[in-house]
């Protein structure tokens, strides 16, 4: 089982920067992809960035030019920088591994909490 441990949350003004880290307890396969998810109540949980192993990122249109996302493959982690944040990124945001082994592999992060805020 693949434990996800998020770190980095936290209170913004906009404008502002943050950086996020997830460290996978292990990989189960070489070839993956992480990310980062957000959730804000009432909403469906939606994807902002993800990277395969290899390095491809995706982004969501709204955060395009503003969020970067890397990942240290050695040590299992992945970042999200996240600049100019303003207040509609505030939201509940989790770090996702997903990978294909014979059968799906699908894990989650708790969440860490973002909040942009004057």
């Known amino acids: 089982q693949v434990q996800l441990v998020e770190s980095g949350g936290g209170l913004v003004q906009p404008g502002g920067s943050l950086r996020l880290s997830c460290a996978a307890s292990?990989?189960?396969?070489?070839?993956?992809?992480m990310g980062w998810y957000r959730q804000v109540p009432g909403k469906e949980r939606e994807m902002v960035a993800r990277?395969?192993?290899?390095?491809?990122?995706v982004y969501t249109d709204s955060v395009k030019g503003r969020f970067t996302i890397s990942r240290d493959n050695a040590k299992n982690t992945v970042y999200l920088q996240m600049n100019s944040l303003k207040p509609e990124d505030t939201a509940v945001y989790y770090c996702n591994y997903h990978t294909i082994v014979g059968k799906e592999y699908d894990y989650w992060g708790q969440g860490t909490q973002v909040t942009v805020s004057s």
């Open positions: 292990e990989s189960i396969f070489s070839i993956n992809v």
């Open positions: 990277m395969t192993s290899d390095g491809s990122a």
